[in-house]
């Protein structure tokens, strides 16, 4: 069975400030792999995705991630943050072989200080 | 195009009740995939049906059942409603063919169990 684990529960910066928000899995076979976010009050929303090819993808919002497959991790970034940015964001990962069924982290807290 | 809708979006119950969630995935989407979210577990996956047939399941306890009705609606379950069923229950779909399908997320129910 996957699983994930961020390694940020509660993050608090400046706006400007770079943003880095850890994520390792555990699974031995092939994965997908997903950040998402919430805003307050909104529904949960994808970030960006990986699935193959270039390890370092770009999403939405300035943010990308790189999936660094020798050490299980799939961090993201985004260089300079925003007010607009603070919200909740999960790392998730989907199994190749397991249909829909998505494995979160337990997600971390972003609060940006105008 | 209309996103994932759900309803009811609160509900109190008490006790030992049991309780129905229903969710309407976007036009076209085949697969309604079933998450629970609360502070302490964070999102946890309950079960994925795709073309009317349970495709995956989570580790709930049998309390927990769902449904897909052949218009891809979704409905899901739980008997004997314990204080610990209280939670947002999230609902997301997608298209469902295909492991790279994108899955978007409703606005959740939040169930208050008394």
């Known amino acids: 069975a996957q699983s994930v684990s961020q390694h940020n529960h509660h993050v608090i910066l400046s706006e400007a400030a770079s943003l880095e928000l850890g994520c390792n899995y555990s699974y031995g076979g092939t994965v997908n792999l997903f950040w998402y976010v919430q805003y307050p009050g909104q529904h949960l929303q994808l970030l960006l995705k990986?699935?193959?090819?270039?390890?370092l993808v770009k999403g939405i919002k300035g943010f990308e991630a790189e999936f660094i497959k020798s050490k299980f991790s799939f961090n993201l970034r985004k260089p300079s943050v925003q007010w607009s940015d603070t919200a909740e964001y999960f790392c998730?990962?989907?199994?190749?072989?397991?249909?829909?069924?998505?494995?979160f982290g337990t997600g971390t807290r972003l609060a940006v200080r105008p | 195009k209309a996103g994932v809708t759900q309803t009811p979006r609160y509900l109190i119950k008490t006790r030992g009740q049991q309780v129905t969630l229903s969710c309407s995935p976007i036009s076209g989407h085949r697969s309604v995939s079933w998450y629970q979210q609360t502070p302490g577990q964070g999102l946890q996956f309950l079960f994925e049906?795709?073309?009317?047939?349970?495709?995956n399941k989570g580790n709930f306890p049998g309390r927990f059942s769902g449904r897909q009705f052949s218009n891809s609606r979704s409905e899901m379950n739980v008997s004997t409603l314990e204080l610990g069923d209280s939670a947002l229950y999230l609902c997301?779909?997608?298209?469902?063919?295909?492991?790279?399908?994108?899955?978007?997320f409703g606005p959740g129910t939040r169930l208050t169990v008394l």
């Open positions: 990986y699935f193959s090819g270039d390890p």
């Open positions: 049906y795709f073309s009317e047939t349970q495709r």
């Open positions: 997301a779909s997608s298209l469902g063919d295909s492991p790279y399908n994108e899955q978007f």
């Open positions: 998730a990962v989907n199994a190749a072989s397991s249909g829909d069924k998505l494995t």
